[in-house]
């Protein structure tokens, strides 16, 4: 399945990110606003999608990374210590995406975003 209709199906909303609007291979982006079972925000999960297709040189580009849009995914968390770090992820399979970090917020026992 298409990273676009994964994301969409798992309910990222999507939105343009004006810091990366200059990207010749810039699409757009999503985000997931992940939440506990009480409402609470816990963090976010911001995607970003390329397509090399758009690239000034397409030639040099390898062929598997012009078979879809490329996902460039990351989240901000704060640790119990309130150490802030990012977390970036390059697959492409959302829901083992999702559950990647949500392994992480729960095994450093990261604070909620709100």
């Not at 309910?11 to 009480?38: A, C, H, P």
């Not at 990012?86 to 399979?93: M, R």
Request: charge should be negative; aromatic fraction near 14%; hydrophobic fraction near 30%.
């Amino acid at each position: 399945m298409k990273i676009e209709q994964q994301l969409v199906e798992k309910g990222f909303k999507e939105f343009r990110d004006g810091l990366k609007t200059d990207k010749d291979i810039y699409v757009k982006s999503y985000q997931l606003k992940v939440r506990d079972n009480q409402g609470n925000i816990l963090y976010f999960i911001n995607v970003t999608l390329y397509d090399y297709n758009l690239f000034c040189n397409p030639s040099v580009v390898p062929d598997h990374l012009k078979q879809d849009l490329q996902p460039d995914t990351s989240v901000q968390f704060t640790s119990e210590d309130g150490e802030v770090f990012n977390v970036e992820y390059f697959g492409k399979d959302v829901d083992r995406m999702v559950k990647f970090y949500d392994n992480i917020f729960h095994t450093m026992k990261c604070q909620n975003y709100e």
